[in-house]
């Protein structure tokens, strides 16, 4: 089983709101990330999560707040978002092959959230 | 620096026929991955077919098959029968063994099938 789950599908949520994004797979794998992606550009990675400890920020702005509870879920809570922080946000995971970088191994990719705010 | 080209923005084929898209990607590593991944409109990123550098047999999954040329710098995906379903963004994408985190996505090329 290759699935990684995300919820919720859409977002709308206003510029002062706190909302929370989730991402769930059961596929042992404990490399986790976040990415955005805008329309019709590749994906940018955001955090990058391994053995539940946060191991990359790729200068995410403070707003966008990662957690990772245990090896199966990661969430992504945000506040006081910007118009321009609109988009399709990815979820994927990946096994930390021993011997290589975090990473290095196959991503398997949620199928997002679509956030939009106003 | 590491980058991955994708020279073709659009393409679009008739149902049942063969398309190729090209990659190409440069970098001084020696071992590394490559990947097709497929986003269709539904927006999930789905794996296509994954290579590995120092695996000299092209690697096929089904109808879809790769044609990698290391000296050249090269991962070209073909797609044979081509299916409405195949309608997508195909992403080319390349990670080195070697300690970097990060996919270096290629910008994209959409394909249309044709009915």
């Known amino acids: 089983d290759t699935e990684v789950t995300q919820t919720p599908k859409h977002l709308v949520m206003g510029m002062t709101n706190k909302k929370s994004l989730k991402c769930e797979q059961h596929?042992?794998?404990?490399?986790m990330y976040w990415y955005k992606q805008k329309a019709k550009k590749p994906p940018e990675l955001m955090f990058v999560?391994?053995?539940?400890?946060?191991?990359i920020n790729e200068s995410v702005p403070s707003r966008f707040s990662p957690e990772c509870p245990n090896s199966s879920l990661l969430n992504l809570h945000l506040h006081a978002l910007q118009p321009e922080d609109s988009a399709l946000y990815l979820c994927?995971?990946?096994?930390?092959?021993?011997?290589?970088?975090?990473?290095?191994?196959?991503?398997?990719f949620g199928p997002g959230t679509r956030l939009t705010v106003l | 620096a590491q980058t991955v080209t994708q020279s073709q923005p659009e393409m679009s084929v008739q149902e049942a026929e063969t398309v190729t898209l090209s990659c190409t990607y440069d970098?001084?590593?020696?071992?590394?991955?490559l990947f097709w991944y497929k986003q269709p409109p539904s927006r999930q990123m789905i794996l296509v077919i994954r290579?590995?550098?120092?695996?000299?047999q092209n690697a096929t999954e089904n109808r879809f098959s790769v044609n990698f040329q290391k000296a050249a710098k090269s991962f070209s995906l073909k797609i044979s029968d081509s299916q409405l379903g195949d309608t997508a963004m195909y992403f080319c994408?390349?990670?080195?063994?070697?300690?970097?985190?990060?996919?270096?996505f290629g910008t994209g090329t959409r394909l249309k099938v044709l009915a």
């Open positions: 290579q590995e550098a120092y695996k000299q």
């Open positions: 999560y391994s053995y539940e400890k946060l191991s």
């Open positions: 970098t001084s590593e020696s071992n590394y991955y």
């Open positions: 596929m042992g794998h404990r490399a």
């Open positions: 994927a995971s990946s096994q930390v092959s021993s011997g290589r970088g975090i990473g290095t191994d196959t991503q398997y």
């Open positions: 994408a390349f990670i080195p063994y070697s300690g970097t985190y990060k996919y270096i």
